[in-house]
């Protein structure tokens, strides 16, 4: 892909992020500082279009992300630091442990979805699946369709089986699971670690969002989590 491309990739997908709207040349225009006459980003567009980046929903539409444009997005990502003053809520929360380590983490799941404005879950084996900031979820416009609400719904349903065949399967980094790979919704991004605590306790914790989440925010504080929960 060609830098100038991959410049157009990005913007694209970090305005659909934060918009879940079409994305047109226009804007790239304004925004890229390409110095690209608008005839020249409508033909990359249509290049990236073609070898499977992105598409263009509606014929007079712009363009948004495809699962392989995201793909690309994520390899590609440079870690982004969350300021210090938004993770320490999470530190504060953890310390709430005074019903038991499961409450504390579950207190910590509840803060990281604020955080996140998506869904946490967290599994304690053995087929012990909690989760917390459904709100968040199902008010992202994506779920307004009935199919994509009643898959994600299912989902929920068989969460402990689907947790259960997740924890035998990861390893110790974090993992990022979108599209097809994501075993709760194929329509979803998934980012989740393991974790190891006190006392041999360890279990899975992750923030579940539309494929359109904030990877590089969510990433960051999926990290920090491990690194709490560890210590």
């Known amino acids: 892909m060609k830098a100038r491309q991959k410049t157009i990739l990005n913007l694209i997908i970090k305005e ?12 790239i225009g304004k925004k890229s500082g390409l110095k690209l006459s608008p005839a020249t980003i409508r033909n990359e567009m249509t290049e990236l279009e073609q070898d499977g980046y992105l598409r263009q929903p509606h014929t007079s539409a712009g363009r948004v992300p495809t699962e392989k444009g ?72 994506e779920f307004a369709s009935q199919k994509l609400l009643s898959n994600l719904t299912e989902a929920f349903d068989t969460m402990d089986e689907k947790m259960e065949q997740v924890f035998e399967d990861m390893g110790e980094e974090v993992q990022i699971m979108i599209g097809e790979d994501n075993p709760f919704a194929s329509d979803c991004g998934a980012i989740f670690v393991k974790y190891h605590g006190p006392k041999s306790s360890e279990g899975v914790i992750g923030i579940l969002g539309p494929m359109r989440m904030d990877y590089e925010h969510n990433i960051s504080l999926i990290k920090h989590i491990k690194k709490l929960l560890t210590e």
């Open 70 to 141: 995201f793909r690309f997005f994520i390899d590609n990502l440079k870690e982004k630091d969350t300021s210090k003053s938004k993770l320490k809520p999470l530190e504060v929360a953890l310390r709430q442990n005074e019903d038991g380590r499961e409450v504390a983490v579950k207190n910590l799941a509840k803060m990281l979805a604020e955080l996140a404005a998506e869904a946490v879950f967290v599994a304690f084996p053995p087929q012990n699946t909690y989760y917390t900031g459904l709100t968040n979820l199902f008010s992202q416009p």
């Open 16 to 27: 659909y992020i934060k918009t879940a709207e079409p994305v047109g040349s226009a804007w």
